[in-house]
């Protein structure tokens, strides 16, 4: 279900004032009418149900009015996802951010790898991370995701690999982590398909994906994640997919094999 995303909280009396371009998604994406029912996540990350009390068309602005917090069913066993994207051209992570996001992935870390084109890794200035975050919200608000999903600065392959063995001792070791890097070509040492072993396991807490860009991944950089990020290979007996379609189709049987969908 569709939700409204806010950097701010209610006031004292449980109203929280819209307006701007949160004005025009209420009233001419969602054309929302008084008395109408909006799920919002505030700044303090939780989700509400409120009513539309008032809308002021000439000063453009609604206000709302909070019904209390939506008690969601019981999650015992989170499980964060986190996407390490070889950089492909920027209208492709475009997309790649916008289906990871919609796909409940908690971090996307773009990859500087050896097959990223010098132009695609340079557009990733301060500007392009700031539309990549305007991406994030809105997938978030169409889709409704509760996960508060982060587009960070881009790293090296070495970088990506830090960062992954920190999140395995973040989560408690490697029983409580699991990862998997996508290759286009079949790795005998590895697996087709993904799997952590018995299936869903009760420990996991933290995943990670890796996944190629227009070139792939190159045969020195798969040793290197297999070897020193101990990574799972994972190659799908299927059609050659295009980076941007790996990306979610990676996401998708990774999230079926753990979660079970």
Request: aromatic residues 6%; neutral net charge; hydrophobic residues 35%.
């Amino acid at each position: 279900m569709r939700q409204l995303i806010l950097q701010k909280n209610q006031d004292k009396n449980g109203l929280v004032l819209v307006e701007g371009k949160d004005f025009h998604y209420l009233r001419q994406v969602l054309r929302v009418k008084v008395g109408d029912m909006v799920n919002l996540r505030l700044a303090d990350g939780l989700p509400y149900d409120s009513t539309v009390c008032k809308i002021d068309d000439s000063g453009k602005k609604i206000t709302l009015q909070l019904c209390g917090v939506v008690r969601g069913p019981h999650q015992p066993h989170e499980i964060q996802f986190t996407l390490f994207q070889f950089i492909p051209k920027p209208q492709k992570l475009e997309l790649i951010v916008r289906q990871a996001t919609e796909c409940g992935v908690k971090n996307i870390i773009p990859v500087i790898s050896e097959y990223a084109q010098k132009g695609s890794v340079e557009a990733l200035s301060g500007k392009k991370i700031e539309r990549l975050e305007r991406i994030v919200r809105e997938a978030r608000q169409q889709s409704g995701s509760p996960v508060d999903t982060k587009v960070f600065k881009p790293v090296t392959v070495e970088q990506a690999i830090e960062i992954w063995n920190k999140m395995k001792e973040e989560a408690g070791g490697e029983e409580n982590a699991a990862g998997f890097v996508l290759s286009e070509r079949a790795v005998e040492s590895g697996p087709s398909t993904p799997s952590t072993g018995s299936g869903t396991e009760e420990g996991t807490s933290t995943v990670c994906i890796f996944c190629g860009n227009e070139g792939g991944i190159s045969p020195d950089e798969l040793e290197l994640l297999t070897k020193k990020a101990l990574l799972q290979p994972v190659h799908f007996s299927v059609n050659i997919l295009r980076c941007e379609t790996a990306a979610l189709y990676g996401i998708a049987a990774v999230q079926t094999a753990i979660l079970g969908f």
